[in-house]
């Protein structure tokens, strides 16, 4: 699975940007696909991640997000967008996309270690 992220750039506090994540290659109709960021001189961290497996969607956000990010899909296209509002300059980072069994627990979902598949990044500067 290649993965294709995009969509990052320079917002203003408060703005709004959509990341997508496109999948190629030997893709599989039950997934996770995870976003992760690393801001400079930090650890990766999760962000959220959504689920798609025997028809069903769940998703999963870290506290930080909550109420202003929101992920969905298009499984026609093979790609998952991270629709980012109310910006705010901690969310400044390179975001990552990753992929994963469908079939992991969802208490790992937050662990980079868990996904099989990353993409290479785009970042995202959001300015005071």
């Known amino acids: 699975v290649q993965l294709q992220a995009s969509g990052g750039g320079l917002v203003q506090a408060g703005g709004s940007l959509r990341l997508s994540c496109a999948a190629s290659?030997?893709?599989?109709?039950?997934?996770?696909r995870g976003w992760f960021r690393q801001a400079p001189g930090k650890e990766r961290e999760f962000v959220a991640a959504?689920?798609?497996?025997?028809?069903?969607?769940?998703?999963s956000y870290t506290d930080a997000v909550k109420g202003r990010f929101t992920l969905s899909r298009d499984d026609a296209k093979n790609t998952v967008y991270l629709q980012m509002n109310s910006l705010k300059p901690e969310d400044t980072a390179v975001y990552y996309c990753?992929?994963?069994?469908?079939?992991?627990?969802?208490?790992?979902?937050?662990?980079?270690?868990?996904?099989?598949?990353w993409g290479q990044g785009t970042l995202v500067t959001v300015s005071s």
């Open positions: 990753a992929s994963g069994n469908g079939r992991m627990i969802t208490s790992t979902m937050w662990q980079s270690g868990a996904y099989d598949y």
């Open positions: 290659g030997r893709t599989d109709s039950s997934y996770v």
């Open positions: 959504i689920r798609r497996r025997s028809g069903s969607t769940s998703t």
